[in-house]
């Protein structure tokens, strides 16, 4: 029988393959999508690309960073930094110019669950967490935890377009002054957390502890 595995680690790995799948950001990146669909349409479309990504974080929480190693003949490392250079690039162009920053990523509504699935969801950052999860908890629990975090910012997408059905015809303005706020403060979580994937990976190529 499986042992249970260490709650701290657990909540750890949950709270970071959350953060980095970000439904607050997620739900601005959609914002017109999530206009022209229904509420129906919308939940279909964001339980399959909670299904696709679920799957391939599972995979790396299973196969961890061997899959670069004897497949790519790569370094993990080397993935760290090149997806901390991806999301540097999206968070600065976030800073400036906010929603419209990410529209050339994004496709008509029928493809919504494609494109919320890449480049957003399955990211070098929620790769690297997938794995993470995995050393640190097994092959087990980590991609129960990973598919958990993923539940979870899936379920809190469906609750914020609940609200944003309520409230945008009530008070647009107050919707679109969110948009604006939120996406450029979260712009700067993004942007930290990928000078410190940079720096991670950079050190751990070289060897610093």
Known sequence: MTALPDIESALQA??????????FLLIIYLLEPLEELDKRGFSSALRRAGAI????????????DA????VLNARFESFQVFGGIIFLVIGVRFVFYGNKALLHLRGAPEQVAGAVAMPIMIGPAT???????GQQLGVIWGPVIVVLAVFASVFVMILLKALHDFVRPRNEKLVERYVDIAG???????????IEMIMRGVTNWLGIS
């Open 184 to 194: 450029r403060v979260l712009a700067l979580v993004v942007g930290t957390f990928s």
């Open 14 to 23: 949950f709270s970071l393959v959350f953060m980095l799948l970000n439904p």
């Open 53 to 64: 990504s679920g799957v391939v974080f599972v995979v790396f929480a299973v196969v961890g």
């Open 127 to 133: 790769i690297s967490a997938s794995i993470i999860a």
């Open 67 to 70: 899959v670069f190693s004897t």
